[in-house]
């Protein structure tokens, strides 16, 4: 196993540290988050150690959105939620501040007060002439 000693997510993910753990099998921990944005809000962990998701594992790439996918549902289920994000930041420009690579789970409840502005998206004002230059570039890679 592939495990940072300084990296506070490795110990959580590896048992180290006590958590509320939801579910854990041989590649990842999921466990409530220490400090809720909403009810249920969840983080899926890798027991490995990847910085962000240009360093993740294929297996764990493989893997970890059907994970997402079964806790989302329990979740709308179990907790009767209305919406669902799911976030997870790549470097610290895109605000990833635990430099272990983790997915989060946000639970939404339609009458939450603190719903308004978590997730504004503004337009960057790019012209369609550069989007069309970056769409190129990006089509290039695959």
């Not at 409530?32 to 809000?41: E, K, L, Q, T």
Request: proline share 4%.
């Amino acid at each position: 196993m592939k495990t940072k000693d300084d990296c506070i997510f490795c110990k959580l993910a590896n048992g180290e540290i006590p958590t509320n753990k939801i579910y854990e099998d041989e590649r990842f921990t999921v466990i409530m988050d220490a400090n809720p944005v909403s009810r249920g809000h969840s983080l899926i962990i890798p027991k490995n150690h990847y910085e962000n998701v240009f360093e993740l594992g294929d297996e764990e790439v493989a893997a970890v959105y059907p994970l997402a996918k079964r806790l989302a549902t329990g979740m709308k289920e179990a907790l009767s939620a209305d919406g669902l994000n799911i976030l997870q930041n790549n470097g610290a420009a895109a605000g990833q501040s635990v430099f272990h690579f983790h997915m989060h789970l946000i639970p939404r409840y339609e009458q939450a007060e603190n719903n308004a502005g978590l997730l504004e998206f503004r337009s960057a004002g790019i012209s369609d002439e550069e989007i069309q230059e970056i769409c190129k570039k990006l089509g290039a890679i695959f």
